[in-house]
């Protein structure tokens, strides 16, 4: 079984100021990773995913993760920050292979950007 | 909107009542699921439908009851629940149960239990 930790429950940052958020796994066999954010009062959205190949993954909108296996971790950084990117970020995991795969989520990180 | 409709939003019902959740999907996905949402916890799954047919019920207790007529269309059955059971209901669907494709979200039934 796998299991994710997210090690900060809240981030607050201001405006323009670089981000990370901490992600780190649990798994014995090849796993898939991703980030989910969700906006207030809205579902999870698919962010960025790790599948295979290169490890740096980019999302549309200026985030990205890079896979570290020696580390198993997942975390997500960004430059620079928006007020619009205040939202909860998930991480999740799964096993790359096998037939009852499923999503095993952490238990979130509050971004908050100030103005 | 991400093409997956919960209703209702929001809900409040008490201990002996019973209610549906509704959730609707017309993205032509074939596998859908019911995770609960608690502060500061893990999303939790609660039970997965493949092609219509539950696959998966993860020690769900009995007062939640799923029900998926069709592909398109999954509910949430609920009867006797407990105030621990007040948290944020979300349906996700997929193409298929493999997560490569990644899991499309609905916004979510606030539910509390008084």
């Known amino acids: 079984a796998q299991s994710v930790t997210q090690l900060d429950s809240q981030v607050p940052v201001f405006e323009e100021a670089p981000v990370e958020l901490r992600c780190n796994y649990s798994s014995s066999v090849s796993v898939y990773l991703f980030w989910y954010v969700q906006y207030p009062n809205q579902g999870l959205q698919l962010l960025l995913k790790?599948?295979?190949?290169?490890?740096l993954v980019e999302s549309i909108n200026g985030f990205e993760a890079e896979f570290n296996k020696s580390q198993t971790s997942f975390h997500l950084r960004k430059p620079s920050v928006h007020i619009s990117d205040t939202a909860e970020y998930f991480c999740?995991?799964?096993?790359?292979?096998?037939?009852?795969?499923?999503?095993?989520f952490g238990s979130g990180t509050q971004l908050t950007v100030l103005p | 909107e991400t093409g997956v409709t919960q209703t209702p939003r929001h809900l409040v019902m008490g201990m002996t009542n019973k209610k549906s959740l509704k959730c609707e999907q017309h993205l032509g996905h074939n596998a859908m699921y019911w995770y609960k949402q608690s502060a500061k916890k893990p999303l939790e799954l609660m039970f997965v439908y493949s092609l219509e047919e539950r696959v998966e019920n993860n020690s769900v207790p009995s007062r939640f009851s799923p029900e998926c007529p069709n592909s398109s269309h999954l509910f949430l059955h609920l009867h006797t629940l407990q105030p621990e059971d007040s948290a944020l209901y979300l349906c996700?669907?997929?193409?298929?149960?493999?997560?490569?494709?990644?899991?499309?979200f609905g916004s979510g039934t606030r539910l509390t239990v008084v």
């Open positions: 996700a669907s997929s193409q298929g149960r493999d997560p490569f494709y990644g899991y499309t």
């Open positions: 999740a995991v799964s096993e790359a292979s096998g037939s009852a795969r499923q999503l095993t």
């Open positions: 790790y599948l295979s190949g290169s490890t």
